[in-house]
C-alpha cells in the first residue's frame, strides 16, 4: 500500500511545477555578451598595436589590419612568425595579450562556437533522419536524448567545411598548391604556427581575421565534445547495466535506508542513483539531515503543519 502511494505520489509531482535554483554556470552567456567581449579585446589590441606598428616586424599591408590580423594570431597563438614583436615594449604587450586573449578570448569564442552548434543541432539531426518519418517532437526528443553525439558531428562537418574553404582561399589567393594549402590549414587549426606558410596578402589576411578565430575554437571544441561522447557512452553503459541487473538480497539491504527489512519505491530510486553515480553517499547525507531539520515533530514525514511550525519559529 505504502509503494503503490509513494507511485502515485511520484505520478503526481511529475506534473507540478518545478522551481530551480540560479544557475551557478557560465553557459547561460549570450552571444551579446559574447561578442561584447571579442570586440573590446580586439578593438584594444588593434589600438595598441597600431601604435606601436613600426617595433613588429614582417610583412606590412594595412596598419589596422596588419594590427587586427596581429591581435588574432596571437589571442589564438597561431603565431607564423611572419609578423612579430621586436623591441621590448612590443614583446611585453605581446605577452600580456596572448595570456589575456588565450583566456577572455578563448572562453568567448567557445562560448560562440557552443551556442551556435546548439542552433545547428536541430538541423544536423533533420538531415540524418530526413528519409524517415519523423515529426518535429521527435527530432526535437532524438536531439535531446543524443545530445552530445549531434554537437560533436555537427562540428566536426562545420570543421571540414572550414578547412576546405580555408584550402581553396590559400591556393586561388595566396597562390599556394593544394598540398601546400592544406598544409597551412592543419599548421593554422592545430595552432602549430610553423611559419614556413601563413597569408601575407591584404586579401589573405583579412580573410584570416574571421577565419583563423573560427576554426581554431571549433577544433578545441571538437576535442571537449569527443571527451564528453566518451563520457557519455560509458555512463549510458553503466545506466543500462544497473538498470538491468539482477537484483540480490544484498542489494535489499543496502537499498533499506530506514532498515525496515522493506525497500519502498523512494528508497529503491535513491539505491539506483547511487549506483549510476548520479548522487553520492554524501549528497543523500546533506538531504537526509535537510529532512530532519524539516520533520519537526519527528514523525519521519513532512506535513503542513512541519512548515508552520518553521515559519513562526523563525
Not at 557560465?26 to 559574447?34: A, G
Not at 598548391?177 to 614556413?196: H, K, N
Request: hydrophobic content about 45%; aromatic content about 12%; glycine content about 6%.
Amino acid at each position: 500500500m505504502a509503494d503503490d502511494d509513494t507511485k502515485e505520489a511520484l505520478l503526481a509531482n511529475q506534473n507540478q511545477p518545478l522551481f530551480y535554483a540560479p544557475p551557478i554556470s557560465t553557459d547561460h552567456f549570450n552571444l551579446k555578451q559574447v561578442a561584447i567581449i571579442l570586440a573590446a579585446y580586439l578593438t584594444l589590441g588593434t589600438l595598441c598595436f597600431s601604435l606601436i606598428q613600426d617595433e613588429i616586424s614582417g610583412t606590412k599591408t594595412n596598419k589596422i589590419l596588419d594590427s587586427v590580423y596581429f591581435c588574432v594570431i596571437t589571442m589564438t597563438a597561431a603565431g607564423y612568425g611572419d609578423v612579430g614583436p621586436e623591441t621590448k615594449l612590443a614583446k611585453s604587450l605581446a605577452c600580456i595579450f596572448v595570456f589575456t586573449g588565450m583566456a577572455l578570448g578563448g572562453f568567448a569564442l567557445s562560448k560562440a562556437a557552443d551556442y551556435i552548434v546548439g542552433k545547428q543541432e536541430i538541423l544536423f539531426v533533420k538531415a540524418i533522419h530526413m528519409h524517415e518519418t519523423y515529426g518535429q517532437n521527435e527530432i526535437i526528443k532524438e536531439a535531446e536524448s543524443n545530445k552530445v553525439k549531434y554537437k560533436f558531428f555537427t562540428i566536426l562537418t562545420l570543421i571540414i567545411f572550414l578547412m576546405t574553404v580555408g584550402t581553396l582561399f590559400l591556393s586561388l589567393v595566396e597562390q599556394l598548391s593544394y598540398f601546400e594549402a592544406f598544409y597551412c590549414v592543419c599548421a593554422t587549426i592545430t595552432t602549430l604556427g610553423y611559419g614556413d606558410k601563413s597569408f601575407s596578402t591584404h586579401g589573405g589576411r583579412l580573410f584570416a581575421i574571421f577565419w583563423i578565430l573560427i576554426t581554431t575554437v571549433c577544433l578545441a571544441q571538437l576535442f571537449v565534445y569527443l571527451v564528453e561522447l566518451w563520457t557519455d557512452n560509458r555512463r549510458q553503459m553503466l545506466v543500462h547495466w544497473v538498470i538491468n541487473r539482477k537484483l540480490t538480497i544484498q542489494d535489499l539491504e543496502k537499498a533499506d535506508l530506514d532498515d525496515d527489512k522493506a525497500v519502498s519505491a523512494a528508497e529503491y530510486i535513491v539505491y539506483k542513483l547511487r549506483e549510476m553515480g548520479k548522487v553520492s553517499n554524501e549528497d543523500i547525507a546533506i538531504v537526509v539531515e535537510g529532512f530532519k531539520n524539516l520533520d519537526v515533530d519527528h514523525s519521519g514525514t513532512l506535513t503542513v503543519d512541519d512548515i508552520k511550525l518553521i515559519e513562526a519559529q523563525s
